[in-house]
């Protein structure tokens, strides 16, 4: 009896191991796939051929791209591949007849979708009734013009494609319905294209100024191309736009009807699951109806909201039954490897046989059950997910307009005290010359002082742009200063000051703008706060450094007060209240000062005067870094990568870094990113304004890259305020620096952020042991990572993508992944998408939600508890940990 019972087991077993599905080969011929409801009937028809468990559905595809005789060629090609079945959507009637009645002739069923040819040699046509589409629209267009009380409209109807039925069909039942209402239409012709819509609107109202009261588009694609063009001009009235298709996608009819960019749609589903099952069942010997008729109705802003949200609830159910369909396969792979073996072990002995596969049985079941309970977990609510959206949206758009207006408030605050200054000393040269017209050659003289200063007024610069211009040129500094002393000796003398420039010929590299405005202000406030005695202006110079001084026996600074006096808004308590001033002049010295790669310091005592010194070295870092490939790294050194476009700003940074750090530059945005990609260095410094690619676009691109998002990011910025600074950190910068700073400072910042991120690689990295070491397999795993990267936040991404990308059979894709990381390929994008959540915890502020969308989960509460499984606690406490 066990000899009988082992052999009809090994019997059983050997039929299954060899037992196959079945192929059924269904040919799908698409007329265009450039909108999102030709793309949802794409979708659909994958999707619904991917949920068929009794036979393995083949679905060849071709777009036919509106072209007639392409999609002749297509439906050849497909009949010469032996196709059980023809699922087809005909460009145009007339011109495909033929074709698939040529089909049919040859014993293939037909299936018509959406679009009908001009003869009834098909098996099933599945659509819209588009005849019932046009009287339905017509009927909205009268019930929204008498709403509106609008007697004598003027009514556009904007159609598909001349030769397709539904064009045809829609346009008749609309006018018939109008004209029954004692009204007429004005008819373009289309192709169903959104950009051709837009044209043919724009050059209509270009040309004729029409004003229209309704408007008709055969699909919301053509009906959102009306309201964007009817937007565009200010002082026409929006008409009323009513579209058909009514899709519950990103950009489609329902999200328009909620958003008010169009008044309604007509539903047209696109029918692509219905037309695949009417194929299966031709293939498999059913019986279908010839003619299937989808369901029709009126949208509004009274059932838009309700019917998006039901398309989602089942989007997301569709998207659980393919994860749970996939989970299925890789499990029957798995089991159909060990009937194998067990079929083995079943030669030798008999009863041990029959303990494994009853063993096997078990679990089988038992994980069946498993899968079939993670079914039932709670959909997410989206609706309170977009009112926190909205309101986060409201907030920030609140601390902009803040941020925005103290922007402004600084910017006015640097140009009055430049401008106050020029227009004093504007002042008093008009008074000299008024008191002295006597005297032509003084005349002369006071006027050319006025010229100066007006000249100096209308060339004035941008106090608050990202890098002050510094021009140095080779010249004689003594010079230059006499010249701007000549400027204050009307003033001095005004107030009956003594004042004494004594200077010597330094010939150097320096930018004459800068000494201008740095000496302006401090011979301004010399004046200003000398009553009696002297004013003197000092050029001297040593080896290395050149010194400008200038002095007065004015009322002086206060000991504690002198180091305080350069921060902005900061001015003495010894300061005469009723001067204007916002103590800015100061600051904004030593700002430029520092440019310069000098320093300005300050000497005082109370009654007696004060004396300010800069220094300024004599050799400027005047020299562009040259070109280098970085061939020549050391390997043992941390590498800084440094984005800045101001050649002696990136040559000073070089400077600081090289002698501690592998250093790799340029000059622009775009170069940065390939040399990251490239070099993958440990830490990036970056400008915010630069040629081609700005800092925060860098951000966002490394950001966006899981392969370089790990990568800490420390952005330059001369730009004050806080609005720039939260657009770095939403694209990913971990710290700010301002300019100007001191090399302690960068180097500071540096070494902080390489040592919190070596902290960050260690405790977030997942582990994924690869067991191959060929360059071979290497490569196949980067193309592998490489493609599912380019869609990780895609949660409708299937097994079956990779398959089609790599050209490979799901078993022996499956094994080959597996001998090389041991993970199953649903483990393996498991874990990249966990690793790459991990990194945006650490680097944002994003909610776990949002987390979760943006790696491709689309139920939070499962990536909240396979995020546990990989990493022992939950995204909330990943985050927590890294920020104590």
Same mark, same amino acid.
């Given at each position: 009896?066990?000899?009988?019972?082992?052999?009809?087991?090994?019997?059983?077993?050997? $039929?299954?191991?060899?037992?196959?599905?079945?192929?059924?080969?269904?040919?799908?011929?698409? $007329?265009?796939?450039?909108?999102?409801?030709?793309?949802?009937?794409?979708?659909?028809?994958?999707?619904?051929?991917? &949920?068929?468990?009794?036979?393995?559905?083949?679905?060849?595809?071709?777009?036919?791209?509106?072209?007639?005789?392409?999609?002749?060629?297509?439906?050849?090609?497909?009949?010469?591949?032996?196709?059980?079945?023809?699922?087809?959507?005909?460009?145009?009637?007339?011109? &495909?007849?033929?074709?698939?009645?040529?089909?049919?002739?040859?014993?293939?069923?037909?299936?018509?979708?959406?679009?009908?040819?001009?003869?009834?040699?098909?098996?099933?046509?599945?659509?819209?009734?588009?005849?019932?589409?046009?009287?339905?629209?017509?009927?909205?267009?009268?019930?929204?013009?008498?709403?509106?009380?609008?007697?004598?409209? =003027?009514?556009?109807?904007?159609?598909?494609?001349?030769?397709?039925?539904?064009?045809?069909?829609?346009?008749?039942?609309?006018?018939?319905?109008?004209?029954?209402?004692?009204?007429?239409?004005?008819?373009?012709?289309?192709?169903?294209?959104?950009?051709?819509?837009?044209?043919?609107?724009?050059?209509?109202?270009?040309?004729?100024?029409?004003?229209?009261?309704?408007?008709?588009?055969?699909?919301?694609?053509?009906?959102?191309?009306?309201?964007?063009?009817?937007?565009?001009?200010?002082?026409? =009235?929006?008409?009323?736009?009513?579209?058909?298709?009514?899709?519950?996608?990103?950009?489609?009819?329902?999200?328009?009807?909620?958003?008010?960019?169009?008044?309604?749609?007509?539903?047209?589903?696109?029918?692509?699951?219905?037309?695949?099952?009417?194929?299966?069942?031709?293939?498999?010997?059913?019986?279908?109806?010839?003619?299937?008729?989808?369901?029709?109705?009126?949208?509004?802003?009274?059932?838009?909201?309700?019917?998006?949200?039901?398309?989602?609830?089942?989007?997301?159910?569709?998207?659980?039954?393919?994860?749970?369909?996939?989970?299925?396969?890789?499990?029957?792979?798995?089991?159909?490897?060990?009937?194998?073996?067990?079929?083995?072990?079943?030669?030798?002995?008999?009863?041990?046989?029959?303990?494994?596969?009853?063993?096997?049985?078990?679990?089988?079941?038992?994980?069946?059950?498993?899968?079939?309970?993670?079914?039932?977990?709670?959909?997410?609510?989206?609706?309170?997910?977009?009112?926190?959206?909205?309101?986060?949206?409201?907030?920030?758009?609140?601390?902009?307009?803040?941020?925005?207006?103290?922007?402004?408030?600084?910017?006015?605050?640097?140009?009055?005290?430049?401008?106050?200054?020029?227009?004093?000393?504007?002042?008093?040269?008009?008074?000299?010359?008024?008191?002295?017209?006597?005297?032509?050659?003084?005349?002369?003289?006071?006027?050319?002082?006025?010229?100066?200063?007006?000249?100096?007024?209308?060339?004035?610069?941008?106090?608050?742009?990202?890098?002050?211009?510094?021009?140095?040129?080779?010249?004689?500094?003594?010079?230059?200063?006499?010249?701007?002393?000549?400027?204050?000796?009307?003033?001095?003398?005004? =107030?009956?000051?003594?004042?004494?420039?004594?200077?010597?010929?330094?010939?150097?590299?320096?930018?004459?703008?800068?000494?201008?405005?740095?000496?302006?202000?401090? &011979?301004?406030?010399?004046?200003?706060?000398?009553?009696?005695?002297?004013?003197?202006?000092?050029?001297?110079?040593?080896?290395?450094?050149?010194?400008?001084?200038?002095?007065?026996?004015?009322?002086?600074?206060?000991?504690?007060?002198?180091?305080?006096?350069?921060?902005?808004?900061?001015?003495?308590?010894?300061?005469?209240?009723?001067?204007?001033?916002?103590?800015?002049?100061?600051?904004?010295?030593?700002?430029?000062?520092?440019?310069?790669?000098?320093?300005?310091?300050?000497?005082?005592?109370?009654?007696?005067?004060?004396?300010?010194?800069?220094?300024?070295?004599?050799?400027?870092?005047?020299?562009?870094?040259?070109?280098?490939?970085?061939?020549?790294?050391?390997?043992?050194?941390?590498?800084?990568?440094?984005?800045?476009?101001?050649?002696?700003?990136?040559?000073?940074?070089?400077?600081?870094?090289?002698?501690?750090?592998?250093?790799?530059?340029?000059?622009?945005?775009?170069?940065?990113?390939?040399?990251?990609?490239?070099?993958?260095?440990?830490?990036?410094?970056?400008?915010?304004?630069?040629?081609?690619?700005?800092?925060?676009?860098?951000?966002?691109?490394?950001?966006?890259?899981?392969?370089?998002?790990?990568?800490?990011?420390?952005?330059?910025?001369?730009?004050?305020?806080?609005?720039?600074?939260?657009?770095?950190?939403?694209?990913?910068?971990?710290?700010?620096?301002?300019?100007?700073?001191?090399?302690?400072?960068?180097?500071?910042?540096?070494?902080?952020?390489?040592?919190?991120?070596?902290?960050?690689?260690?405790?977030? =990295?997942?582990?994924?042991?690869?067991?191959?070491?060929?360059?071979?397999?290497?490569?196949?795993?980067?193309?592998?990572?490489?493609?599912?990267?380019?869609?990780?936040?895609?949660?409708?991404?299937?097994?079956?993508?990779?398959?089609?990308?790599?050209?490979?059979?799901?078993?022996?894709?499956?094994?080959?992944?597996?001998?090389?990381?041991?993970?199953?390929?649903?483990?393996?994008?498991?874990?990249?998408?966990?690793?790459?959540?991990?990194?945006?915890?650490?680097?944002?502020?994003?909610?776990?939600?949002?987390?979760?969308?943006?790696?491709?989960?689309?139920?939070?509460?499962?990536?909240?508890?396979?995020?546990?499984?990989?990493?022992?606690?939950?995204?909330?406490?990943?985050?927590?940990?890294?920020?104590?």
């Amino acid at each position: 009896m066990k000899l009988k019972i082992f052999i009809l087991l090994v019997f059983i077993l050997g $039929c299954d191991s060899k037992n196959h599905k079945s192929e059924i080969k269904i040919g799908f011929s698409q $007329c265009i796939s450039n909108d999102e409801w030709r793309n949802e009937m794409n979708n659909e028809i994958f999707t619904e051929a991917g &949920l068929i468990v009794s036979h393995n559905v083949n679905v060849i595809f071709k777009d036919a791209k509106a072209n007639n005789e392409l999609q002749i060629k297509h439906v050849k090609e497909l009949i010469s591949e032996n196709i059980d079945v023809l699922i087809i959507s005909p460009n145009e009637s007339e011109p &495909l007849t033929p074709i698939i009645e040529e089909v049919k002739s040859k014993g293939i069923h037909v299936v018509v979708i959406d679009r009908k040819i001009t003869s009834d040699h098909f098996d099933a046509f599945i659509g819209g009734n588009n005849l019932t589409i046009g009287r339905l629209a017509g009927e909205m267009s009268i019930d929204l013009l008498n709403k509106r009380k609008i007697t004598k409209p =003027k009514i556009l109807s904007i159609t598909g494609l001349e030769g397709s039925s539904p064009a045809q069909e829609r346009q008749k039942g609309f006018e018939d319905v109008i004209n029954e209402n004692g009204l007429t239409t004005k008819v373009i012709k289309s192709d169903w294209k959104k950009q051709t819509a837009r044209k043919l609107l724009d050059s209509i109202n270009k040309l004729h100024y029409d004003y229209y009261d309704l408007i008709f588009a055969h699909n919301d694609e053509m009906a959102r191309a009306a309201s964007d063009v009817y937007n565009s001009y200010s002082s026409v =009235k929006k008409p009323i736009i009513i579209g058909v298709d009514g899709l519950a996608t990103e950009n489609g009819g329902l999200e328009m009807i909620n958003k008010g960019i169009i008044s309604g749609t007509i539903s047209y589903p696109p029918s692509g699951a219905k037309a695949l099952r009417l194929a299966f069942d031709l293939a498999i010997g059913k019986t279908v109806d010839k003619y299937n008729y989808q369901k029709t109705f009126k949208i509004d802003n009274k059932n838009a909201n309700t019917l998006y949200y039901e398309a989602l609830r089942v989007r997301v159910q569709q998207d659980k039954l393919k994860s749970l369909i996939e989970s299925y396969d890789s499990l029957s792979i798995d089991i159909k490897e060990k009937n194998e073996v067990i079929l083995w072990i079943s030669i030798l002995s008999g009863l041990l046989f029959i303990s494994v596969w009853t063993s096997i049985y078990y679990i089988y079941q038992k994980n069946k059950s498993n899968y079939l309970l993670r079914t039932k977990q709670e959909v997410i609510n989206h609706q309170n997910t977009e009112i926190s959206q909205n309101r986060d949206q409201l907030i920030s758009a609140l601390k902009q307009m803040e941020e925005i207006s103290e922007v402004r408030t600084q910017f006015f605050s640097n140009i009055s005290h430049e401008f106050k200054n020029l227009l004093a000393l504007m002042s008093l040269d008009i008074e000299k010359v008024i008191a002295d017209s006597s005297t032509k050659s003084r005349l002369s003289r006071y006027l050319s002082m006025i010229n100066s200063n007006l000249n100096r007024l209308l060339t004035y610069k941008n106090l608050d742009t990202n890098a002050y211009p510094v021009e140095l040129k080779y010249g004689n500094l003594g010079e230059t200063i006499n010249e701007i002393g000549e400027n204050f000796k009307l003033s001095v003398e005004a =107030k009956k000051l003594k004042f004494k420039i004594e200077t010597t010929s330094v010939f150097t590299d320096f930018d004459a703008d800068i000494i201008q405005k740095v000496l302006s202000n401090l &011979l301004s406030n010399a004046i200003k706060y000398t009553v009696k005695g002297s004013i003197s202006v000092n050029l001297n110079e040593d080896q290395d450094y050149i010194y400008i001084t200038i002095s007065d026996t004015g009322i002086g600074i206060p000991k504690n007060e002198q180091t305080k006096i350069f921060d902005r808004h900061k001015r003495s308590s010894m300061a005469n209240e009723d001067k204007d001033s916002f103590g800015i002049g100061l600051h904004f010295c030593k700002s430029l000062i520092n440019l310069m790669n000098g320093e300005i310091a300050v000497k005082s005592q109370l009654n007696k005067g004060s004396t300010f010194t800069i220094s300024l070295p004599k050799k400027q870092i005047t020299q562009e870094l040259e070109k280098s490939s970085f061939t020549d790294l050391d390997k043992s050194k941390t590498t800084v990568l440094i984005a800045e476009d101001n050649p002696h700003i990136l040559a000073r940074i070089v400077q600081i870094l090289e002698y501690k750090y592998n250093v790799i530059y340029t000059n622009n945005g775009i170069d940065a990113y390939e040399l990251i990609n490239y070099h993958q260095p440990d830490i990036i410094i970056s400008d915010i304004l630069m040629p081609g690619m700005d800092g925060i676009q860098l951000c966002q691109k490394l950001f966006d890259n899981p392969a370089t998002i790990n990568i800490p990011i420390l952005l330059l910025s001369a730009v004050q305020g806080d609005e720039i600074r939260t657009q770095g950190y939403q694209t990913g910068a971990d710290s700010f620096l301002s300019k100007p700073f001191s090399s302690d400072t960068l180097l500071a910042r540096v070494e902080n952020l390489i040592r919190k991120y070596s902290k960050t690689k260690i405790s977030s =990295k997942i582990d994924i042991t690869i067991t191959s070491k060929s360059e071979e397999d290497q490569i196949f795993l980067n193309s592998i990572s490489d493609f599912l990267y380019a869609h990780i936040s895609d949660y409708n991404f299937k097994i079956e993508d990779l398959l089609k990308e790599f050209g490979m059979s799901r078993s022996k894709f499956y094994r080959k992944l597996k001998s090389l990381v041991k993970l199953s390929p649903n483990d393996y994008i498991r874990k990249l998408r966990l690793d790459y959540a991990s990194q945006i915890l650490i680097k944002t502020d994003f909610t776990i939600a949002e987390v979760a969308y943006k790696v491709g989960f689309s139920d939070v509460k499962y990536f909240s508890k396979i995020f546990k499984k990989e990493f022992g606690v939950t995204p909330s406490e990943f985050k927590d940990n890294y920020n104590q």
